[in-house]
């Protein structure tokens, strides 16, 4: 059973920074994919940043983002202490929503990595809200 518990939103001005952590539990790191989702109210939820297994021709974790956040966030995990990060930076007004850590054990994954249909564990959200 995967249990998922994201932490460390809350309210900035824009400009600010936030770094959001997801701990996971009955989950094996690098070896599948994981992601980070937001909701804003009214809105779908989409996918902000995604890990990948390492290919048969690539080194480490693939990255993935949304284009709208590329640049500013930084996802990260930490096998050891069974942590998922992500680094919030230069948030604009925008970024405001409930964000989501999800993971799937699906090899398929890497087919659609930012598609909130790929995944099927979730957590509970955690707030960010972004104030001019």
């Known amino acids: 059973h995967v249990q998922l518990v994201e932490s460390g939103g809350g309210s900035v001005q824009a400009g600010g920074s936030l770094r959001l952590s997801c701990a996971a539990s009955?989950?094996?790191?690098?070896?599948?994919?994981m992601a980070w989702f937001r909701q804003a109210p009214g809105k779908e939820r989409e996918g902000v940043a995604a890990?990948?297994?390492?290919?048969?021709?690539?080194?480490?974790?693939?990255?993935y983002y949304n284009a709208a956040v590329k640049g500013r966030f930084t996802i990260s995990q930490d096998g050891a202490k069974n942590m998922m990060y992500l680094q919030v930076s230069s948030l604009k007004p925008e970024d405001t929503g409930m964000y989501y850590c999800?993971?799937?054990?699906?090899?398929?994954?890497?087919?659609?990595?930012?598609?909130?249909?790929?995944?099927?564990?979730w957590g509970q959200g955690t707030q960010v809200t972004v104030s001019t």
């Open positions: 999800a993971a799937t054990f699906r090899g398929e994954c890497i087919f659609n990595t930012l598609g909130p249909r790929t995944y099927d564990n």
């Open positions: 009955g989950y094996t790191y690098n070896r599948n994919c």
């Open positions: 890990v990948a297994p390492p290919s048969a021709t690539t080194r480490g974790l693939r990255e």
